[in-house]
């Protein structure tokens, strides 16, 4: 998949793609739909934006987003996405009018031959385009559009709100059930304070700044090496939280790769949340935390390996 990261000075191979466009975040089964539609017309591609647009316009909200660009990405090219075009949302591309939107970045930008939007989609400066406005720009700039349809999960409609809903109440396996793939968190293993090491069980650290928090606590995880030599897939356990018993601390992901062996620091990960375990707790001393420990670590294999 070849990433384009400005609509301005592209290679004529990104021309002529049929894109499927939104935010897609978390990239569930609604998401899908619309990127399948977007298949059926030419080479595939998706247009996005980075940052989100509310994270631009509101920077003091709490976070919301489920991935980062780069789970984002990887889901994406998982889909066979050929071109991904994430552009930068700032002052210039949020004061663009749904007219000049069109005609300078999907027209003069990309040269899309097709875009498929959801039923809501919006765009342009003040959210003031519509589908119909984008049909209607469509048919003026030589390009066809396709509006797909909602996506439904039962009686409900999928939506990114009722995903973090079930990752807030530690309901992973019904958060994918949505998103039709597991959860996961993405990221660079940085270094920690090595105190999982130190226990005999050392963890590999991730960062989740930024991300939507799901319920704080331990996990069973299915955990993907992405990079560096013992690339591949691994079971682990894995704890997000502020680790209660070492004082107060930011939330972050640590993960205990089983039956592995090696230094992943710099390396990256994609772990995925498959089922909750039980809440971060503060022991009575690390005899007790150690116990607990080797008992989650065999609650986790037994689970993934029914899977």
């Known amino acids: 998949m070849q990433v384009h990261r400005h609509w301005q000075g592209l290679p004529d191979t990104a021309h002529g793609a049929s894109v499927a466009m939104g935010n ?24 996005t934006f980075e940052p989100h647009p509310r994270e631009f316009f509101r920077p003091d909200a709490p976070p919301f987003r489920l ?50 939007v959801g039923g809501d989609f919006c765009f342009g400066s003040g959210r003031k385009g519509t589908v119909e ?8 700039h030589g390009f066809g559009v396709t509006v797909a349809e909602m996506v439904r999960h039962g009686a409900d409609e999928i939506s990114s709100t009722a995903i973090r809903q079930a990752l807030t ?21 940085i270094h920690g304070e090595k105190r999982g090491r130190e226990l005999g069980f050392p963890t590999a650290n991730m960062s989740v700044s930024g991300l939507h928090l799901p319920k704080l606590g331990v996990y069973a995880t299915r955990v993907d090496v992405l990079t560096g030599p013992q690339a591949g897939s691994y079971m682990g356990a894995s704890s997000l939280g502020v680790r209660p018993m070492f004082g107060e601390n930011a939330p972050n992901l640590e993960t205990f790769l089983l039956d592995f062996k090696g230094d992943l620091y710099g390396q ?5 949340l498959v089922d909750y375990l039980r809440p971060e707790m503060k022991f009575d001393g690390l005899p007790a935390l150690l116990v607990q420990m080797a008992a989650d670590v065999e609650q986790a294999r037994a689970i993934l390996s029914a899977l």
């Open 169 to 189: 109440e530690g309901r992973p396996r019904d958060a994918a059930e949505m998103l039709g793939h597991w959860h996961r968190i993405d990221g660079e293993v």
């Open 268 to 272: 990256h990960l994609s772990v995925a």
């Open 133 to 140: 406005t984008l049909k209607t720009l469509s048919m003026q």
């Open 24 to 47: 897609f975040d978390g990239i569930h089964l609604g998401h899908q739909a619309v990127i399948a539609r977007a298949r059926e017309h030419g080479p595939l591609g998706v247009v």
């Open 67 to 116: 991935m980062n660009a780069e789970a984002r990405a990887n889901r994406l090219a998982k889909l066979g996405v050929e071109h991904l075009y994430e552009l930068p949302f700032d002052n210039a591309i949020s004061g663009l009018t749904p007219e000049a939107f069109v005609e300078q970045v999907l027209v003069g930008g990309l040269g899309v031959a097709h875009v498929v």
